[in-house]
C-alpha cells in the first residue's frame, strides 16, 4: 500500500499561528520588548527582528500538513529545512490531547502523539478543531468512525464528581508535601512577624498551649486548602471510558486534557492507599506505561487512572483494566513469614540501641530516655512487616508492600522482563529471601518471602517465561 | 542457617569465569588495601590511630583483599540456557538473575582500563527494566562469541 501523501492533507486550524506565537514570544520574544526602550538603531533592529517572529509562525502554519489515513498519520513541514514523518499507528504508545489556556482562547486542541522508544512527542498537531482532532484521533487507532452527533456511548469506567475530587484532595499525599513546604516558608516570613502576632495574641490572654494548637490547626487548614483547590484544577472532571481496547482518561479545569493508552501498552496497575485513605477504606489507583515521555509531574498526573474511591470501586475497575476476574484479585496474598518480622525488629532494636547510645554519651543518664525509640521503630517493623504480602500463581503477579503508602502492584507475566533472587546475611539466617521482578521502567520487589517459596517462584517464573518464548 | 534445606536449593549455573579475573580482583584489592594503608598511615602521623591499631586494620585489610576474590570467584557462574541467561554470585549477598533471550533489549562488552590490561571485557545485558545483567571476566572470544549470540536470539517481539 503506497503510504499517503500528505501534500493532499489538511493544515492545521489557523489558531497554531497564535499558538506558536504564544509558545515562541514565551521563549525568547517577552525578554526583548523591554529592550525597545534604549531607542536609536538598535530598535530599528530589535523591530525587524520582532516583525520576523511574528512572521514566522504564518509561514510554519503555511508549510504544515497533515494525512490522516487509517492506521498512519503523515505530517511534514519545515521552512528552511523541508521535513516529513510517516507514524505508523501500530507503534503509538499514547495519543494526548490537551487544551492549555492559549487553545481555549480559540476553541482548538492539541493533538500529541508518543511513540515507543522516541524520545519526546513525535508528532504534535498544535491547533485543530475538536472534532477534527477526535477524527485523527480515531483513524489512527483505526476505530469506526463516531455513531450521530453524540461520539458512540464508550463505557465509563470513572467519573470523579467534584465532591470525590474534595475527597481526593482532602487525603492525597499532597496534604503532607504542602505542609512541608509551607514549614520552609514560614522560616522565610520575617520573623518578628510572627512572633509580634503571638505577643498580641498573649497580651490578649490566649494560653501558650491554645497557641499552639491554633497554630498547628491554621497551618493544616492551608496545607488542605491549597491541595484540595490544586487536585480539583487538575483533575476537573476527571473521567476514564474504554473504548475497544484503549482507555481514555479526561480531566483538568483550566487545561483540558484527554490521554488515551492502549491496554496492552499497562506495565503494571497499582493499588495505592496511604494511611489515611486506608483508615477511611479508600484507594486510588495508577499504571505504569512504557515510553511515556514528559515532565515528572505530567507524568504522574497522566499514570492516574482513580483519584480517590472505594476499595471495592479500585479493584473494580484493577479488574477490569487487567481483565482478570475481580473475586479476591488482592485477598489471600502470601504474607511474610515471621522470621521478616524478627529481621524487621532486629533493625529496630540496632536504632533503639543507636539512639540511646548517643543520647547517653551526647548528655548524660538522663539520654538513656532516647531508648525509647525502641516503641515507635518496633511498630513500625510490625506494620512494615504485616503490609507484606505476595502472590505469583497466576496469571497476574501481585506484591504488595509499604506502610505510610500501601501499594499493591499487579503484573501481567508476559510484562515481566527479568527476574532476580536476593539474599542477604540476615535473610539468611531468617530463611528468607527476595524476589524482585522486573518490568519497564521499574522493578518491583517482593520482599522476605520464605526462601523455598521464593526459590520455587523464581523457578516456576522463569518456566513461564520460557513458555512464553516461540 | 538453621538446619538443613528443606529442598532442593536452586540448582548453581555450570559456567565459571575465565581465570585471570582472579588476578584482576587481586589487583583491585591491592590498590584498595594501598588507599587503606596510606589512610592509616596519614590518620597515624596526624595521631588520630595508636600505630598497632593502623597496623591491625592494614593486616586485615590485606587479609580481606587476599581472601575474598577467590571466595567471589568460586560463587560466581552463569549459563547459557535453553531460552535464558542465568547468573549467580555472592556468598554473603546472594544474588541469582534470570533473563530470558526474548526480553534482551541490546547487548555491549565493555572494557575498562584494568580489564584491558587483564585482556578480559565485562558483557552486560539490557532489557526493557534497564540494565539487567552484568558478566566480569570474560575472555576475547567468549565475550565477542557471548555478545554475537545474545543479540541473535535477543527479542524480535516489538514493544
Excluded at chain 1, 35 to 64: C, E, H, K, M, S
Excluded at chain 1, 412 to 439: E, F, H, K, M
Aim: a positive charge; aromatic letters at 6%.
Amino acid at each position: 500500500m503506497r503510504a499517503p501523501s500528505a501534500s493532499e492533507g489538511a493544515r492545521l486550524h489557523p489558531a497554531a499561528i497564535a499558538v506558536w506565537f504564544i509558545e515562541d514570544g514565551r521563549r525568547l520574544g517577552l525578554g526583548l520588548i523591554p529592550l525597545l526602550a534604549i531607542g536609536g538603531r538598535v530598535r530599528l533592529l530589535l523591530l525587524a527582528g520582532l516583525v520576523v517572529a511574528a512572521l514566522a509562525p504564518v509561514v510554519r502554519w503555511l508549510r504544515f500538513r497533515y494525512h490522516a489515513a487509517p492506521g498512519t498519520l503523515v505530517v511534514e513541514g519545515g521552512v528552511v529545512n523541508r521535513w516529513r514523518r510517516t507514524i505508523p499507528g501500530a507503534r503509538v504508545q499514547s495519543i494526548d490531547i490537551v487544551q492549555k489556556l492559549r487553545h481555549r482562547a480559540f476553541g482548538v486542541v492539541e493533538l500529541r502523539i508518543e511513540v515507543a522508544g522516541g524520545s519526546g512527542t513525535e508528532a504534535a498537531l498544535v491547533a485543530l478543531a475538536p472534532e477534527e482532532a477526535e477524527r485523527v484521533r480515531r483513524s489512527l487507532s483505526q476505530e469506526g468512525p463516531a455513531v450521530g452527533s453524540e461520539a458512540m456511548a464508550a463505557p465509563v469506567l470513572v467519573r470523579m464528581t467534584p465532591r470525590d475530587l474534595m475527597l481526593a484532595g482532602l487525603t492525597g499525599g499532597r496534604v503532607a508535601i504542602i505542609a512541608v513546604l509551607l514549614g520552609y516558608l514560614q522560616q522565610l516570613a520575617p520573623e518578628d512577624f510572627i512572633s509580634s502576632g503571638a505577643e498580641r495574641l498573649v497580651d490578649r490572654g490566649v494560653g501558650g498551649v491554645w497557641l499552639v494548637i491554633g497554630s498547628v490547626a491554621g497551618f493544616i487548614l492551608i496545607a488542605l486548602a491549597i491541595s484540595l483547590a490544586a487536585t480539583v484544577v487538575t483533575l476537573w472532571e476527571f473521567t476514564v471510558e474504554r473504548s475497544g481496547d484503549r482507555l481514555l482518561v479526561t480531566r483538568g479545569l483550566l487545561e483540558r486534557r484527554r490521554s488515551q493508552v492502549a491496554l496492552h501498552r499497562l506495565q503494571a496497575v497499582i493499588l495505592q492507599e496511604n494511611v489515611l485513605r486506608r483508615a477511611l477504606g479508600l484507594a486510588s489507583v495508577t499504571v505504569v506505561v512504557a515510553g511515556r515521555a514528559g515532565p515528572r509531574e505530567e507524568q504522574h498526573e497522566t499514570s492516574l487512572l482513580l483519584p480517590t474511591g472505594t476499595r471495592d470501586t479500585a479493584l473494580a475497575l484493577i479488574a477490569e483494566v487487567l481483565g482478570a476476574d475481580p473475586s479476591g484479585l488482592a485477598e489471600n496474598l502470601v504474607s511474610a513469614p515471621r522470621a521478616a518480622l524478627w529481621r524487621r525488629l532486629a533493625y529496630a532494636a540496632l536504632v533503639a540501641a543507636a539512639a540511646g547510645i548517643a543520647g547517653i554519651v551526647g548528655l548524660d543518664a538522663r539520654g538513656a530516655a532516647a531508648f525509647a525509640v525502641a516503641a515507635p521503630a518496633a511498630w513500625a517493623a510490625w506494620a512494615a512487616w504485616r503490609a507484606l504480602g505476595h502472590r505469583i500463581d497466576r496469571p497476574h503477579l501481585v506484591v504488595r508492600r509499604g506502610v505510610l503508602v500501601r501499594q499493591t502492584s499487579f503484573v501481567a507475566l508476559p510484562n515481566i522482563q527479568d527476574l532476580r533472587l536476593t539474599i542477604s546475611p540476615l535473610q539468611r539466617a531468617g530463611d528468607l529471601a527476595t524476589l524482585v521482578l522486573g518490568i519497564p521502567k521499574q522493578r518491583l520487589k517482593a520482599v522476605d518471602l520464605e526462601r523455598a517459596q521464593a526459590e520455587a517462584g523464581f523457578e516456576q517464573v522463569s518456566d513461564r517465561l520460557s513458555i512464553a518464548f516461540p | 542457617m538453621r538446619g538443613p534445606p528443606r529442598h532442593d536449593p536452586l540448582k548453581a549455573p555450570a559456567q565459571s569465569l575465565d581465570r585471570r579475573v582472579l588476578g584482576l580482583w587481586w589487583a583491585a584489592s591491592a590498590a584498595l588495601v594501598a588507599l587503606i594503608a596510606i589512610g592509616c598511615g596519614v590518620a597515624w602521623f596526624l595521631d588520630f590511630l595508636p600505630a598497632p591499631l593502623a597496623v591491625l586494620i592494614v593486616l586485615v585489610a590485606a587479609g580481606l583483599g587476599g581472601l575474598v576474590p577467590p571466595v567471589r570467584y568460586r560463587l560466581w557462574a552463569y549459563e547459557i540456557r535453553a531460552h535464558d541467561l542465568y547468573t549467580s554470585r555472592g556468598g554473603l549477598f546472594v544474588t541469582r538473575t534470570l533473563i530470558p533471550f526474548d526480553r534482551i533489549q541490546f547487548v555491549e562488552t565493555r572494557q575498562g582500563p584494568l580489564d584491558r590490561a587483564f585482556s578480559l571485557h565485562q558483557l552486560v545485558v539490557y532489557t526493557a527494566a534497564g540494565q539487567a545483567g552484568r558478566i566480569p571476566g570474560l575472555g576475547d572470544e567468549e565475550a565477542g562469541s557471548l555478545r554475537e549470540e545474545l543479540s541473535r536470539v535477543a527479542g524480535t517481539v516489538s514493544v
